[in-house]
């Protein structure tokens, strides 16, 4: 059974960082895309960073570029997303995913398996 575990959320001032894992077991995920999203109440599922399998590719969305950093450690199946200058928009629950294919996409649809979230809140 694949599964995807986040760890690394909590309470933060805006302007400061945190660091969120995703650790993979069950299978192997290095040569399957990586990706994270997130969530606020009453709204939909919002990307946010993936990376390749190979970590030759990676995108952001729009509201986290030049602060998000999306990298991978394939030889310990957990991807990483190092967030910076936080804004209390950010708060929300971030959710881990792997892609069906190698091929890191923006698309929601193109998801196989998400991990449980967690959570991040911005304070201003």
């Known amino acids: 059974q694949a599964q995807l575990v986040e760890s690394g959320g909590g309470l933060v001032q805006a302007g400061g960082s945190l660091r969120l894992s995703c650790a993979a077991s069950?299978?192997?995920?290095?040569?399957?895309?990586m990706g994270w999203f997130r969530q606020t109440p009453g709204k939909e599922r919002e990307f946010v960073a993936c990376?390749?399998?190979?970590?030759?590719?990676?995108y952001y969305g729009d509201s986290v570029k030049g602060r998000f950093t999306i990298s991978r450690d394939n030889a310990k199946n957990t991807v990483y997303l190092q967030m910076n200058s936080l804004k209390p928009e950010d708060t929300a629950v971030y959710y881990c995913?792997?892609?069906?294919?190698?091929?890191?996409?923006?698309?929601?649809?193109?998801?196989?398996?998400w991990g449980q979230g967690t959570q991040v809140t911005v304070s201003s």
């Open positions: 995913a792997a892609y069906y294919t190698g091929i890191a996409t923006m698309t929601e649809g193109d998801v196989r398996y």
């Open positions: 069950g299978r192997t995920f290095s040569s399957y895309a």
């Open positions: 990376i390749s399998w190979t970590a030759g590719r990676t």
